[in-house]
C-alpha cells in the first residue's frame, strides 16, 4: 500500500513567491497533520484536520499560512508570501487514530 | 516549562551497550504515550506505544511513571542500525489545543 505522499520534496523558492505544498494521506485515516521541523525548534504542529474539518489551528504561524483538505484524499499547505525564516522541512503525516502517525517524507523548502 | 522535555543528547555508546532515555511531560492529564524514531534526513516512524504496565518489543523496552511523569525507553544489546533521534509523543486527555506534542528528540549514537 502506498504511504503518505509529498510534493514537491524539494522547493527553493525566492522571499515573496507562494508556495504550495501537497499531501496526499492514506487511505481511510480520518487525520491529517501538517508538522514542521527546523534545527532550532524540532517538530511543530502547525494544523491539523479530523474528516476533513480542521480541528486545531493554532500553531499556524502567521496568517501568511493557510492550510485547506478539500477531501480526504488530498491536503494543500499554502504559504503567501515566503520569508527566509520559513525554511524548513514541512511533514504531512496522516492517522487512522490519535498517536499511531505515518509520515510522509517530507517537503524540504528553502525560502532565499 | 516545555510540554514535553528530551535530553537532546547525544548519547554515545558501543555497540552491545545498554542505554536509557527518559522523556518528562508537564501536563498530568497526558493520556498517551509513544516512541518514534527519526533517521537522519527522513520522516519520524512510530517505535512502540507506551502502556501503563510496562511493553517490551524485542531489545526495546518502554515504561511510564505518572506519579514522576515521565515515561522512558531503554535499549539493549545496542546496534549500530539504532542510531537515530528518538521522539517521545504525548497526547493530553483533552483533545484541544496541541495535541500530539513532540519533544524535541534525543541523538543516539552507537559506536562500533
Known amino acids: 500500500d502506498a504511504g503518505v505522499i509529498q510534493s514537491p520534496r524539494h522547493e527553493v523558492t525566492e522571499m515573496g513567491q507562494e508556495v504550495t505544498l501537497r499531501c496526499k494521506p492514506i487511505?481511510?485515516?480520518?487525520?491529517l497533520f501538517w508538522y514542521r521541523q527546523t534545527m532550532m525548534r524540532g517538530l511543530e504542529l502547525l494544523i491539523y484536520?479530523?474528516?476533513?474539518?480542521?480541528?486545531?489551528d493554532s500553531g499556524m504561524p502567521e496568517d501568511r499560512f493557510s492550510a485547506k483538505m478539500p477531501n480526504a484524499s488530498f491536503s494543500t499547505l499554502k504559504i503567501q508570501p515566503s520569508e527566509p525564516r520559513d525554511s524548513a522541512v514541512y511533514f504531512c503525516?496522516?492517522?487512522?487514530?490519535?498517536?499511531?502517525?505515518?509520515f510522509g517524507e517530507g517537503s524540504r523548502l528553502t525560502v532565499l | 516549562r516545555k510540554e514535553v522535555e528530551q535530553d537532546p543528547g547525544p548519547f554515545n555508546v558501543p555497540e552491545g551497550a545498554t542505554v536509557a532515555f527518559n522523556c518528562t511531560y508537564s501536563?498530568?492529564?497526558?493520556?498517551?504515550f509513544f516512541w518514534y524514531r527519526q533517521d537522519c534526513r527522513k520522516e519520524p516512524k512510530l517505535l512502540m506505544s507506551?502502556?501503563?504496565s510496562g511493553n517490551e518489543d524485542g531489545r526495546f523496552t518502554a515504561q511510564l511513571n505518572r506519579a514522576s511523569q515521565y515515561i522512558s525507553l531503554l535499549i539493549r544489546d545496542s546496534k549500530l542500525s539504532d542510531s537515530a533521534t528518538y521522539l517521545c509523543?504525548?497526547?493530553?486527555?483533552?483533545?484541544?489545543?496541541?495535541?500530539?506534542?513532540f519533544g524535541s528528540g534525543t541523538r543516539l549514537q552507537v559506536q562500533p
Open positions: 503525516a496522516s492517522s487512522p487514530g490519535r498517536g499511531e502517525l505515518f
Open positions: 487511505s481511510g485515516h480520518d487525520y
Open positions: 484536520f479530523n474528516n476533513n474539518v480542521p480541528i486545531d
Open positions: 501536563n498530568s492529564a497526558s493520556q498517551s
Open positions: 507506551v502502556y501503563s
Open positions: 509523543v504525548v497526547i493530553p486527555m483533552d483533545t484541544g489545543r496541541r495535541a500530539l506534542t
